[in-house]
C-alpha cells in the first residue's frame, strides 16, 4: 500500500516537472517570438515612420546617423521633395554620388524641387547619356505627360523573333525603370503596338513580334495634363502607358505609381483650396511659419471683405430690423442654410469635375438638377423651420401674435436661400472653367460668404412682402 503511494507521488512530481520544463519552453519560445518580432523593425522603418513629424533639421541629422544601405534605401523611399532638402546639405561629392542611383525621371524630378543657385551643379554631376534624357524631360512642365514619363523603356522591333527578343529585353531590364509591356517601334521610333511579358514568354520562339502584338493601343500626349491621365489610368487599369510627341514618336511610359503620387497631390492641392486657402507647396511641418501666413491671409482678406457687405446689407434694413426686432432671431438660420447647401453643391460639382464627370457643356444639365434639389431641399428645411416656430410653447410670447406671418416669412426665406445657395455653388466652378481657372478656387468659404449677402437680401425682401402692415 506504502509502495503505490509513494509511486503515485513520484509520478505526480514527475509530471508537475514536465509541465514545468514545457512552460519554461513555451515562455522561452514567446520571449524569443518577440524579440525577433522587435528585431525585424530596423531604424529605417522606425525613421520612415517618425520621418514627415521631423523638421528638417531634425531629418538632416537623423540621416547622418545611416549606415550607407540604409541611407540608400532612404534615398529611393522618400519623395522629390524631401530628397531636394537633404541633396542642399550634401557635399559635392555625395551629390555626385546619390545623384547617379536616380533613374533619369527621378532625377528629374529632384532637379525641379532644388534651388535654382544648384540645379545647374547637380545636372553637370550626370553621365551624358542621362543629362540628355534630363534635360529632354525638363523641357516640359512638371505636371505634363512630358514631365512625369520615364525615358527609358524596353523596345523591340517588328521583324523581331519572340526568342530574340525575349534576350534583347532581359539585357535592356538592367536600365529600364519598367518591364510592365514590351513596346514594338519601327525605325522612325513610331509606336506600332505593345506585347505584355506574359504573352511575350508564352509566345512560341519562331513567331515574329508583328504576329503577337497588340495594335490596339491607348497613348498620351506628351503635353497632356497629369488630371487626365489620371482619368486615362482610371478607365484602363494598366500599370503603364506610353507617352508619344505630335507625330506617333514615342517619348517614355508614365507609370501607375507616378499617377498615384499625382493623385494624391491633386487632391490635397484642391482640399486646401476648398478650405479657403493657397495650396501648401509642402508638408505642413516644413512649411516656414511666414510662408503659411501669407497662403491663409490672402483669402482670409477676401472673405473677410466680403463679409463685410452683410453688415452693409443689414444696415440697409435697418429700420425694418428695429420695427421688428423677432426678425433678427433668424438671420443666423437663414443664412447659414445657404452657406451650407451652397458649400455641398459646389464639392460635389468641383470633384465631379475633377474626375472627369462633368464637362463644361453639362452646365445646364447641373442647372437644372441642381435646381429641382434645391427647391426639394429648401422645402425640407422649410417645414422644420415652421414646425420650430408654430410648435414652440410660448410661441405667441416670443415671436409676437403674428407668429403665424413669421413662420411664413421665415419657411419662404429658406426657399428662396437654400435654392439660391445650390445653384450658385453648383455654377460658379463653370463659370471659373469657362475663365480658365483651378475651379477648386470655389471654395466652400467664398461661396459661403456670397450666400451670407444675397440671403440676407432674400429674407428681408420677404419680410417686406409678407410682414407688411403687420409688423412693419
Known sequence: MADNEDQRRRDRLAAEEAASTENVETTAFTESADASVVEEIS??????????????????????????????????????????????????????????????????????????????????LTDETTRREITALLSYREDEAGGLMSPRFPRVRPDM????????????????????????????????????????????????????????????????????????????????????????????????????????????????????????????????????????????????????????????????????????????????????????????????????ELKLRDWWKVFFREFATGLALGLILASIGMCRILLWPNHATIYTEHYLLVAMTVASSLIGVVLFGSLAGSMLPFILRKCKLDPASASAPMVATMVDVTGLVIYFSMAKLILRGVLL
Open 161 to 356: 523573333l519572340v526568342g530574340e527578343a525575349i534576350r534583347y529585353v532581359r539585357q535592356q531590364a538592367r536600365v529600364v525603370e519598367s518591364v510592365h509591356y514590351i513596346y514594338v517601334l519601327d525605325s522612325a521610333q513610331r509606336l506600332l503596338g505593345i506585347v505584355s511579358m506574359r504573352h511575350l514568354f508564352v509566345s512560341p520562339a519562331d513567331k515574329k513580334i508583328s504576329e503577337i502584338m497588340d495594335s490596339d493601343i491607348v497613348t498620351i500626349p506628351a503635353e497632356m495634363d497629369q488630371e487626365a491621365i489620371s482619368r486615362i489610368f482610371t478607365q484602363h487599369r494598366w500599370s503603364a502607358m506610353p507617352v508619344v510627341d505630335s507625330e506617333g514618336r514615342m517619348q517614355g511610359v508614365v507609370t501607375v505609381d507616378d499617377i498615384l503620387d499625382v493623385s494624391q497631390e491633386e487632391a490635397t492641392e484642391d482640399i486646401q483650396k476648398l478650405g479657403g486657402t493657397e495650396s501648401l507647396d509642402a508638408p505642413y511641418p516644413d512649411v516656414p511659419l511666414l510662408d503659411m501666413i501669407k497662403k491663409r491671409a490672402g483669402w482670409l482678406t477676401i472673405l473677410f471683405v466680403g463679409e463685410m457687405f452683410t453688415a452693409t446689407a443689414m444696415s440697409a434694413f435697418e429700420d425694418e430690423i428695429s420695427r421688428a426686432v423677432v426678425l433678427a432671431l433668424f438671420i443666423p438660420l437663414i443664412i447659414s442654410s445657404g452657406g451650407n447647401s451652397g458649400s455641398q453643391a459646389t464639392t460635389l460639382i468641383i470633384r465631379a469635375m475633377a474626375l472627369g
Open 43 to 124: 531604424p529605417l522603418e522606425t525613421l520612415l515612420t517618425e520621418w514627415s513629424k521631423l523638421f528638417p533639421e531634425q531629418k538632416i541629422a537623423r540621416f547622418r546617423t545611416l549606415s550607407s544601405d540604409e541611407a540608400e534605401d532612404l534615398i529611393f523611399a522618400l519623395p522629390a521633395r524631401e530628397q531636394a532638402l537633404l541633396f542642399e546639405e550634401m557635399s559635392r561629392a555625395e551629390r555626385r554620388l546619390w545623384i547617379r542611383f536616380l533613374a533619369p525621371d527621378d532625377a528629374c524630378d529632384l532637379i525641379q524641387e532644388l534651388p535654382e543657385s544648384i540645379k545647374g551643379e547637380i545636372l553637370n
